[in-house]
């Protein structure tokens, strides 16, 4: 509950700040002595109060859901065919991101044959948005040739959303790309919470997962916050602090580890521990709440 | 009228020097994607942050047990110009560069699910400015 306030109070107070910083006309007029110099420190990058926020790939999810075994369900993902219905942009970013998680789902499942149909629908939500280069027909042909090639379609597909969102970030539409990676992230965490009921032996570990992304959640409300009051934001961002209420009920129990670093081969092993405590109940809960969320996206 | 007429020309001015800058924080982007190799699959995001002299950029990301991601950090078309360092939720160090010959990238095994904040600064700190990029990928 505490925490919900202090979510709603920044967000309150990053919104107006937000707001003073994109339209200057938003309070009373300025006389013309008082026009402050644009802080480049503040323009098109997504930064709030100094933070830049990252959202995992639901690539990553994938990758774990094939690894406890969960089998192949085409039914989790959103139908291609429903794309001529998404018809504002905040519609088709958030569904664009969805469907680029289904893509990556599909491609790790080795689902090839539904690979170009989602494609298809990625790179028809990319024109409508305004990033067509990212997914042209270079990058279709790519994929067809390469559709044996599970890794190289997983390189292709991540580098293309990479590029858009470069693309965005240049164009003054941090906006846009917020949505996109918020559209993927709930897609891949639908996924996730659906297989809690599906056909999985051992659970523990996808229980785990969403209760690790905790913090991700914070972050990507974070990160749409300073565009609430925009159309397609403020319900979508409510339901975003309503799961996280959901989220502040799990138990998180870090200890830190000191690290081992590997100077010949550059790398670091981080050596701490993460403990995720999730009640039965609350995954239920935690369930029907990311439905919602994930209709909110694709209806 | 002549202060409105200024004022445009400096908000023109500095529309055009952030233009300017954000096409070079393309370019740096663009080079320091060579360090995400084919081994690695982008998280398909692109963090960057215009730094003025010693401006700390802050990222705060999740990285998940049983991965191995790979970060890579740049500032500028030569490598080394980008300080950058890893600290968990309790600001214990985990990694600097700067231990490392600024190295523009490096590995890490993450055993366990790790929120962290990742810091970014500028090699030379008399540099007036300078886009701060940070790139991630990670592997199965």
Known sequence: MINNIKRISTLFSVSIVACMLIF?????????????????????????????FSIPSPIQTAILLKQV??????SLLNNPGKIASYSTEAKRALNLGAYGADLGYIILYQQTQEAIGYLSAVKKLSDDVGIAGAFDAKLLERFKQNMANKDSLLVFTSEAFRSSDSYLKN??????????IAGGW???????????????QDKTKLFQRVGEQKNTLDNLIKLLTPYYQEEGFTEFV?????????FDKIEVNYVFVAPTTD???KITTINSTTEVKITPELIKTIQEKVKTVRGFIIN | MNKIIASLLVLLSLSLFTKKIMAQCDTVANSCYKNITAKYISDGQQYRALLL???????SATLFGGTQYRMAACSGMKDGQLVFSIYDKQRNLLFTNKEHKNSPYWDFKVKNTLDCIIEAKLLDENA?????????????
Do not use: H, Q, W
Request: charged share 25%.
């Open chain 1, 69 to 74: 075994g969960a089998p192949y369900n085409k």
């Open chain 1, 238 to 246: 409510d339901a975003l602090i309503d799961l996280a209420g959901e």
């Open chain 2, 53 to 59: 002299n010693k401006e700390v950029a802050e990222f």
């Open chain 1, 24 to 52: 200057s006309s938003c309070g009373e007029n300025k006389d013309e002595e008082d026009i402050d110099p644009i802080d480049t420190n503040k323009t098109n990058l997504v930064n709030i109060n100094g933070t830049l």
């Open chain 1, 186 to 200: 709930i897609e891949s965490l639908y996924f996730t919470t659906e297989m809690f009921s599906g056909n999985v």
């Open chain 2, 128 to 140: 007036a400015s300078g886009c701060a990029v940070l790139l991630i990928g990670f592997k199965e």
């Open chain 1, 171 to 180: 164009n003054d539409r941090a906006k846009v790309s917020s949505l996109i």
């Open chain 1, 263 to 265: 100077d010949a081969n």
